[in-house]
Each structure stands twice: as structure tokens, then as C-alpha cells.
């Protein structure tokens, strides 16, 4: 334990697993009395900077970008979705959100910090491969997109415990969000008085934003891998597991985004799909490495 609180990089990990911890039953208080929290959104914010510290810090000390383990891949997974919750929770200030959102940057950090062996948290040098200019632009924006995607999913996980016993009518578009004019008859004119949407509104419309900036940016990412597969091994595709699974990943969310945009789904219905696409990319993410298996694999259980 002293040589790990003496590793500045593990140390600032510890740190923002510390302060997620604080965070979370608070942020489940907070829900409890329908408010959002200011201390809630401080505690994730100080989380945020200590991931992105620890991974500057690595950065400088290896040498390359800070993706050559699964520990450095969950830290930075950890830090796109603690800053994909501050810009939901900036949108809408609601303690839904960080209730949601916070268990899963709180796992990432905790699965990094005590699950992994110790030679997965050691930074360790790029195979040949990797290499690349293109290791930036296409793991971060993969990274960047699973956070989205995964808090997106949260929030629609949450609609679906939200008024639970009642029947779910939407009002708004699948974009629009806030409040609308609702019309009422009078004698001798017409008045029109403002209604608030409800809470399982907004949490659907923003899931759907979030799960949409997910889903561009897991198809850049899409794009840019093969465009580098193609470079490092001389083949677009090559139905490595993580290649086949991030293409199940992004046509679980393409049928999420063709229930909202053609079939006019709100609400509970592609609330499914979502969680379904929470699952794919569990798996996808974490089963593919744990099983050490494939060219992206970090590899754990089978390596000697």
C-alpha cells in the first residue's frame, strides 16, 4: 500500500475513487429530496481533474498516449463519462442525472484501481503497431463515444423506473426539450399558459441527444480503425471479436436511432434498445479484453 500511495498516477486514481464514493450516496440523497446538489456536481468535477491529471501524467512519463493497458483504457473510459455527466448536468440540472450517470464512471475507476493485477496498471511500451498517429485520434474518439453512449443508456435506463406506475405520454419531439404552450378556451379570448415538462421527458430527449453525439463519434471511430487496420496490418476489416462486437454495438444503437427518427418511438419503447446497447458494450469492452482473445485484447484470464 505505501508503494502504491507513493505512484502519483495510482494515487491520483485513488483520489478520484475517493471523491466518487462521497459523490454517489450523495447524489441518491439528493434525488430523494428532489434537488439537484452543488456539492454532487463539485465532487464529480474534482473526480473529472484528477482523471485528467493522472492521465497527463502518464502521458508524460511513457511517452505516448495513455491507452497501452486496461487500466489506463478504464481511467480514460472514467473520464469521458464524469465529463459527458457535467454537460447533461449543465443542460439539465436535475439530480436524475447524476444519480444515473455517477455508478458507472464509479465503477470504471474502481474495477482500474483494485481488479486489475499490477502488471496491467504498469504503464508498459506500445507494441509496433501502435505505433501511430492514429492511436490518438482513433482510441480517444472510441473512448469518447462509448462514455456517451454509456451515460446516454443510464438515462435511458432511468426512464424506465420513472413514474413507473403510470402511463408514459411524450409531448415533446424527440429533440425538443423544456416546456410548451398549452391553449386554453376562455371567454372572450384565448390563453395560453406555460407547462414544464416532467421529469421522464426530459431525461428521454436527453438520452436521445446523448446517445446521437455517441453514435457519430463511434462511427468516426469505426472509420478511422479501419482506415489504420488497413496501414498497421494491410486489411480494412478483419472480424477481429472487438471489431465484430463494435459493429453489433453501433447497429444496436443505429435500430435505437431508427425507432426515434422513422418509427417515431419515445419513452419506454427505445429505452430497451438502449439498455441492450449498455450490455453489447459491457461486453464488447470488457468481456473481449478480460478473455484475451484478438489483436485488441489487453488479455488477463488466459495469459500466462
Same mark, same amino acid.
Given at each position: 500500500?505505501?508503494?502504491?500511495?507513493?505512484?502519483?498516477?495510482?494515487?491520483?486514481?485513488?483520489?478520484?475513487?475517493?471523491?466518487?464514493?462521497?459523490?454517489?450516496?450523495?447524489?441518491?440523497?439528493?434525488?430523494s429530496g428532489g434537488?439537484?446538489?452543488?456539492?454532487?456536481?463539485?465532487?464529480?468535477?474534482?473526480?473529472?481533474?484528477?482523471?485528467?491529471?493522472?492521465?497527463?501524467?502518464?502521458?508524460?512519463?511513457?511517452?505516448?498516449?495513455?491507452?497501452?493497458?486496461?487500466?489506463?483504457?478504464?481511467?480514460?473510459?472514467?473520464?469521458?463519462?464524469? !465529463?459527458?455527466?457535467?454537460?447533461?448536468?449543465?443542460?439539465?440540472?436535475s439530480p436524475l442525472?447524476?444519480?444515473?450517470?455517477?455508478?458507472?464512471? !464509479?465503477?470504471?475507476?474502481?474495477?482500474?484501481?483494485?481488479?486489475?493485477?499490477?502488471?496491467?496498471?504498469?504503464?508498459?511500451?506500445?507494441?509496433?503497431?501502435?505505433?501511430?498517429?492514429?492511436?490518438?485520434?482513433?482510441?480517444?474518439?472510441?473512448?469518447?463515444?462509448?462514455?456517451?453512449?454509456?451515460?446516454?443508456?443510464?438515462?435511458?435506463?432511468?426512464?424506465?423506473?420513472?413514474?413507473?406506475?403510470?402511463?408514459?405520454? !411524450?409531448?415533446?419531439?424527440?429533440?425538443?426539450?423544456?416546456?410548451?404552450?398549452?391553449?386554453?378556451?376562455?371567454?372572450?379570448?384565448?390563453?395560453?399558459?406555460?407547462?414544464?415538462?416532467?421529469?421522464?421527458?426530459?431525461?428521454?430527449?436527453?438520452?436521445?441527444?446523448?446517445?446521437?453525439?455517441?453514435?457519430?463519434?463511434?462511427?468516426?471511430?469505426?472509420?478511422?480503425?479501419?482506415?489504420?487496420?488497413?496501414?498497421?496490418?494491410?486489411?480494412?476489416?478483419?472480424?477481429?471479436?472487438?471489431?465484430?462486437?463494435?459493429?453489433?454495438?453501433?447497429?444496436?444503437?443505429?435500430?435505437?436511432?431508427h425507432t426515434r427518427?422513422?418509427?417515431?418511438?419515445?419513452?419506454?419503447?427505445?429505452?430497451?434498445?438502449?439498455?441492450?446497447?449498455?450490455?453489447?458494450?459491457?461486453?464488447?469492452?470488457?468481456?473481449?479484453?478480460?478473455?484475451?482473445?484478438?489483436?485488441?485484447?489487453?488479455?488477463?484470464?488466459?495469459?500466462?
Amino acid at each position: 500500500m505505501p508503494a502504491l500511495l507513493n505512484d502519483p498516477v495510482l494515487g491520483l486514481g485513488l483520489t478520484a475513487f475517493a471523491l466518487l464514493l462521497v459523490a454517489l450516496p450523495l447524489a441518491f440523497w439528493s434525488l430523494s429530496g428532489g434537488r439537484s446538489s452543488t456539492a454532487v456536481r463539485l465532487l464529480v468535477a474534482g473526480a473529472n481533474l484528477c482523471l485528467t491529471a493522472q492521465l497527463v501524467l502518464r502521458w508524460w512519463e511513457s511517452g505516448h498516449f495513455p491507452i497501452s493497458n486496461l487500466y489506463e483504457s478504464l481511467c480514460f473510459l472514467a473520464w469521458g463519462c464524469t !465529463l459527458t455527466q457535467l454537460l447533461v448536468e449543465r443542460s439539465w440540472p436535475s439530480p436524475l442525472v447524476p444519480a444515473a450517470a455517477t455508478p458507472m464512471a !464509479l465503477g470504471c475507476v474502481a474495477f482500474a484501481s483494485f481488479a486489475l493485477p499490477d502488471r496491467l496498471q504498469e504503464a508498459s511500451p506500445l507494441v509496433p503497431a501502435l505505433r501511430s498517429s492514429w492511436l490518438v485520434m482513433h482510441v480517444s474518439v472510441i473512448m469518447i463515444s462509448y462514455a456517451a453512449l454509456l451515460v446516454g443508456s443510464l438515462l435511458s435506463l432511468a426512464v424506465l423506473f420513472t413514474d413507473r406506475g403510470n402511463s408514459l405520454e !411524450l409531448r415533446s419531439s424527440s429533440i425538443g426539450s423544456g416546456g410548451y404552450r398549452q391553449a386554453q378556451l376562455a371567454t372572450p379570448q384565448l390563453q395560453l399558459s406555460s407547462v414544464a415538462m416532467p421529469a421522464v421527458e426530459q431525461l428521454d430527449s436527453l438520452s436521445y441527444r446523448t446517445i446521437t453525439v455517441g453514435f457519430l463519434l463511434l462511427s468516426v471511430g469505426l472509420v478511422s480503425g479501419a482506415v489504420w487496420a488497413n496501414e498497421a496490418w494491410g486489411s480494412w476489416w478483419s472480424w477481429d471479436p472487438k471489431e465484430t462486437w463494435a459493429l453489433i454495438c453501433w447497429l444496436v444503437y443505429a435500430a435505437y436511432l431508427h425507432t426515434r427518427l422513422i418509427r417515431g418511438w419515445q419513452g419506454r419503447k427505445p429505452a430497451l434498445v438502449a439498455a441492450a446497447g449498455l450490455v453489447v458494450i459491457v461486453v464488447c469492452y470488457i468481456g473481449v479484453n478480460l478473455l484475451g482473445i484478438g489483436l485488441h485484447s489487453y488479455g488477463w484470464f488466459f495469459d500466462s
